[in-house]
């Protein structure tokens, strides 16, 4: 049974930056590419950013790139996503998710999700 549990969320203003862990039980964590999606009220939820087992490779949708970088820990189990120059628009809650694969869908393994709110 995989578990996943996010941290690092809050509040900040336009500008600031935030650092998301998403910490995972199993001894296979190395073997699964990782995702971030987020859900802001009223919208679907979107693959934000994703990364391979290894770390060498990653995407982002095409409204964090430049301001948003996935990586991973696989000695520590962890996933993070760091944010910098925040925007409004970036408020939602963000989930960690073990993808089916690199550049595949979401699979049942969620975490419970880390509320971000930038204020304006």
């Known amino acids: 049974q995989v578990q996943l549990v996010e941290s690092g969320g809050g509040l900040v203003q336009a500008g600031g930056s935030l650092r998301l862990s998403c910490a995972a039980s199993?001894?296979?964590?190395?073997?699964?590419?990782m995702g971030w999606f987020r859900q802001a009220p009223g919208k679907e939820r979107e693959l934000v950013a994703q990364i391979s087992g290894s770390g060498y490779l990653t995407n982002y949708v095409q409204s964090v790139k430049g301001r948003f970088t996935i990586s991973r820990d696989n000695a520590r189990k962890t996933v993070y996503l760091e944010m910098i120059s925040l925007k409004p628009e970036d408020t939602a809650v963000y989930y960690c998710?073990?993808?089916?694969?690199?550049?595949?869908?979401?699979?049942?393994?969620w975490g419970q999700g880390t509320q971000v709110t930038v204020s304006s």
């Open positions: 199993g001894s296979t964590f190395n073997k699964y590419a």
């Open positions: 998710n073990r993808l089916n694969g690199y550049g595949l869908g979401p699979s049942q393994y």
